[in-house]
């Protein structure tokens, strides 16, 4: 028999360049599986801080890389109890921006990278506010989303960004083809394609040239 309880915790985030009165763009940056936001954040030290300001959140649940126990990365869920698990993130992520002062600021840029593609969108379907952009890097939109939703994106965002890699390790034909109908269905014509010629990497310089046009 599986029961549940309900308890309070906490979880840390980083802030690489804090929100100021000149910033036009507040980045919140969703890492991949096996990272931690100390690392991922480093990916961002090209944009400009005075227009841009970063805070990357940390995924929950810290495991070892390696069979040393030398090295520690994260992930955000697992296909094992994957619901409740996305609600822990989503109140996670909605208490850092309240604390933050940014719930409902219309500058917000909500990037996702890897696996954190599928916690991007699935944040700002729960969000339903104004976003100036979404930007889905190297990952997987989540199979539940449908029309419905691709609406309700469409009503609140100003921009769609996706990029893959055409070098990518991890991408096959059949889940090109599946990314390709998601991205159709959710946000029509308007979403922006970008197909740099990476690996299943962060394209930094991509990230940089996109943030000169939000």
Known sequence: MIKTVSYTTSNSYEI???????????W???HGLGYLSTFFKRYFSKLDPELNAVIVPQAPSKFYLDKKFKHVGASW?????????MQNNLYYLKALLRQEHIYDDPRLVIMGYSQGVSIATRFLK????????????????PAELDAADG??????TNRF???????????TDELIEREEKKIKLL?????????P??????DTDLLLQISKTL
Request: hydrophobic share 35%.
């Open 126 to 141: 729960d969000y339903e506010k104004p976003i100036k952009a979404l930007i889905m890097h190297s990952g997987s939109i």
């Open 161 to 171: 960004i996706h990029i893959a890699g055409t070098k990518d390790e991890y991408l």
């Open 151 to 156: 609406t309700v994106f469409q009503s609140l």
């Open 28 to 30: 919140i940056c969703l």
């Open 16 to 26: 690489l360049y804090p929100i100021k009165s000149t910033t036009e763009n507040i």
């Open 77 to 85: 869920l697992t296909r094992v109890d994957t619901e409740r698990e």
């Open 197 to 202: 010629e990476i690996k299943h990497e962060v």
């Open 187 to 195: 946000f029509g014509t308007d979403c922006e394609l970008h197909r």
